[in-house]
């Protein structure tokens, strides 16, 4: 009986703490990790890493030197009720030279998706996502008296970088631990109907009640929109603009989708740009008319994983990419017009696609 209680102790103890060992007793001089406050200009970011999967994009992505990696979920693949085996997954992450570098040289922050929070596809019913959170925030380095450990409804944070005039908001969303049932369709229906057409088995929702955020995340977000930012990232493990997937999407609530516009017009948010994950390929979409500017998103995925049978996107500009990607957002603050570069790179960083935006283009008209 004992036996059965110390194991996953001390594997929970090994998957937090033997990476950070590892590091620190491997010969190598620590380089110095930027100085946020002073200042961001390059942002990495990406998702869908399969911890028993080789990695070797880690490389491409620690010659970039980002000064800050963004993962935006399915950080590695649990998919299990047992957290013991949830932290073993976790220490194998951990383990990866490429990972172990790429913690020694820039900062680090992550949100989950539904693979590391625990199954497939799975929402608010997950019995053990409690116990998923404390795991997920120890292997992350989150501060013991952190709100993301004991808020009632989710890991969502934000971080703000740089003095005015450089200022960097990342707003992290947690698409979990409230997240309403999805509607499905048939297999037969699936199989016969949407299948062909590269699309998922999902459906919007009609029921204005069922929640993506929950109503907590929704005041805490509008208070986070309301602070001073002269670039703003929405980090959602989720696709938030394409519509036609049919997979996990926003467009699966449409009207928390168009909540979400309704708070950025109102308040004339401006500066804001949008990242996602969870697809398992990459792509920019754009959205003209929601909001008083064009809305985008870059998705990068996956840094293991790929699907080629890409789904339709109304919104997508120009081709997707199922080859096994990360985003790189690069800042110019001396510009006369202050500018970001965002490209999607594959293995071995070649550019699969890029746009270049000037931040006044994103930003509502002036009366």
């Known amino acids: ?11 929970w103890l090994a998957a937090v703490f033997l990476p950070a060992l590892a590091i620190a007793d491997s010969g190598k001089p620590l380089p110095n990790k930027p100085d946020l ?33 963004v993962f935006l979920g399915d950080n590695i693949y649990g998919d299990t ?76 944070t934000a971080h703000t970088y740089g003095e005015p005039g450089q200022r960097v908001q990342l707003i992290l969303l947690d698409l979990r631990w409230n997240r309403s049932p999805l ?9 016969l109907k949407k299948a062909p057409k590269k699309m998922g088995p999902y459906e919007p929702l009609t029921d204005t009640s069922a929640q993506l955020l929950g ?39 449409p009207h928390e989708r168009t909540r979400l516009f309704g708070l950025i017009d109102k308040l004339k948010v401006d500066g804001l740009f949008i990242i996602s994950g969870d697809t398992h390929w990459s792509e920019f ?26 789904s339709p996107n109304q919104h997508r500009l120009g081709v ?5 990607n990360y985003g790189l957002i690069e800042i110019d ?7 970001m570069t965002v490209s999607i790179k594959g293995q071995t960083g070649q550019v699969y696609m890029q746009n270049t935006l000037r931040l006044r283009d994103l930003r509502h008209p002036q009366p």
């Open 81 to 156: 009720q047992d957290m013991a085996e949830l932290a073993r997954k976790y220490q194998t992450l951990g383990a990866n030279p490429g990972f172990q570098t790429l913690r020694q040289q820039s900062h680090v922050i992550a949100t989950w998706d539904d693979h590391d929070y625990g199954a497939d596809d799975v929402g608010a019913e997950f019995p053990q996502k409690e116990a998923s959170r404390q795991i997920m925030l120890d292997f992350w380095g989150e501060p013991a008296d952190s709100a993301r450990r004991t808020r009632t409804d989710g890991i969502y």
């Open 37 to 69: 406050d002073k200042g961001i200009t390059r942002i990495a970011f990406g998702s869908c890493v399969h911890q028993d999967h080789e990695q070797p994009i880690w490389k491409a992505i620690n010659i970039e030197r980002p000064d800050l990696f």
């Open 285 to 310: 979409s754009r959205v003209d008319g929601a909001v008083g500017y064009p809305l985008w998103e870059a998705t990068s995925s996956g840094l293991t994983e790929e699907w080629k049978a890409i």
């Open 333 to 339: 603050w001396t510009a006369d017009q202050p500018s």
């Open 1 to 11: 009986m004992k036996s059965r209680l110390i194991s996953p102790i001390l594997l």
């Open 215 to 253: 109503e907590a995340q929704w005041q805490w977000l509008e208070a986070q929109l309301r602070q001073p930012a002269d670039l703003r990232i929405i980090a959602s493990s989720v696709q938030l603009l394409p519509e036609f997937t049919g997979w996990e999407s926003w467009a699966n609530f």
């Open 320 to 324: 997707a990419e199922h080859r096994n």
């Open 183 to 191: 509607r499905g369709v048939s297999k037969a229906e699936y199989l």
